[in-house]
């Protein structure tokens, strides 16, 4: 196997992250349930837009808040996402470049514009996200590079993106990419109402083998395997994929590799602010444990201690340093 220039790189959607305080009067007013995602047009998303409190605006997107904690944590990462030729999409492209990330996806000329993510935090830490997918749902399949795939030793997905058609056909082809160059591929499941609507593609994928390192939550292995029963729903994924990563909020996460169990506690924390970005970061720890061969068990930590650090605080993004952080938690 050829040398790896970037340890991850990943394909996800290209938002701006609007993120703002609300309280439950608020949410309860604009008919959102809380702590759901749902998309939203152009329409619905400046109306709301209008009526959120000042916030912080920052690059997001699943995929990409996973490389830029895993930027954060040392690892050489790239990411691949459609942003509109926009002030957005300018904002976009200097925050991911200024963490490190290799981002070179041409803009998209025209409508519609980037996209973005309101995100309302209510004062029990928990985050309503309102997204607005523009330009990012138009990814063609020839912005992915084939020498830039084939040089990472993980490719990253995220479920959020397999709606569009064009993106799906470029994350289709990625894959097939980095299985020929001996890579891994890692996905996340994103969301239970993704899986709703692709639950035959996402088993069909892990029954081909096109997906090693499975990242889901509670509600996601449940609504994957339509049970209720979490250890059955766990028992019967596990078996199918390389590495299965089940993270379980409070009660921490647990990782099956090849019949090895693994289970880590959430990481302590005085105060829950914001769980924006928890799964995602969780999945940086975990992937950069994995690319630099550190153990399961460690790469979980890795996880739980990145994860931590994003809650702790408004946003996405770590802000402490996740090296230290990790460093002192494992030695």
């Known amino acids: 196997m050829p040398d790896t220039r970037l340890d991850i790189i990943a394909i996800g959607n290209a938002i701006v992250d609007v993120i703002a305080q609300a309280d439950e009067a608020f949410i309860a007013a604009e008919g959102i349930a809380k702590g759901s995602m749902r998309l939203i047009d152009t329409e619905t998303a400046t109306s709301l837009y209008g ?4 916030g912080i605006e920052a690059s997001g997107g699943s995929a990409a808040n996973t490389v830029a904690g895993a930027a954060a944590l040392g690892a050489r990462c790239g990411f691949i996402g459609q942003v509109a030729k926009d002030q957005l999409g300018e904002v976009f492209a200097h925050d991911v470049r200024a963490l490190g990330v290799d981002f070179d996806t041409p803009a998209r000329e025209g409508e519609p514009p980037t996209a973005r993510c309101l995100i309302l935090v209510t004062p029990d830490g928990q985050r309503t996200m309102n997204t607005f997918l523009g330009a990012s749902q138009f990814l063609p399949p020839q912005a992915i590079d084939a020498d830039r795939i084939a040089s990472a030793a993980i490719l990253y997905l995220e479920g959020y993106l397999w709606d569009p058609e064009e993106p799906r056909a470029a994350m289709r082809a990625a894959i097939d ?9 890692a996905f996340t499941l994103s969301d239970a109402f993704c899986i709703e609507r692709h639950r035959d593609d996402f088993n069909s994928m892990i029954a081909n083998g096109d997906i090693d390192i499975l990242f889901a939550n509670e509600a996601e292995i449940l609504s994957l395997n339509q049970t209720g029963d979490f250890d059955a729903a766990v028992a019967a994924t596990a078996g199918r994929v390389e590495c299965l990563v089940v ?3 409070e009660k ?14 959430a990481e302590p924390i005085d105060h ?3 769980t924006t970005g928890a799964g995602d970061l969780f999945a940086a720890g975990f992937l950069v444990g994995r690319a630099h061969g550190r153990s399961l068990a460690d790469s979980l930590t890795m996880g739980a201690v990145a994860a931590a650090e994003v809650i702790s605080h408004y946003g996405a993004r770590p802000v402490a340093d996740l090296r230290a952080l990790v460093a002192k938690r494992l030695g």
Not at 51 to 54: D, F, H, Q, T, V
Not at 177 to 185: E, Q, S
Not at 252 to 265: D, N, Y
């Open 51 to 54: 009526r959120m409190a000042p």
């Open 247 to 249: 993270t379980r909020s």
């Open 272 to 274: 829950v602010v914001d």
């Open 252 to 265: 921490g996460a647990i990782a099956i590799q090849q019949g090895e169990r693994c289970a880590v506690p």
């Open 177 to 185: 990419i980095a299985k020929k160059a001996g890579r891994k591929v």
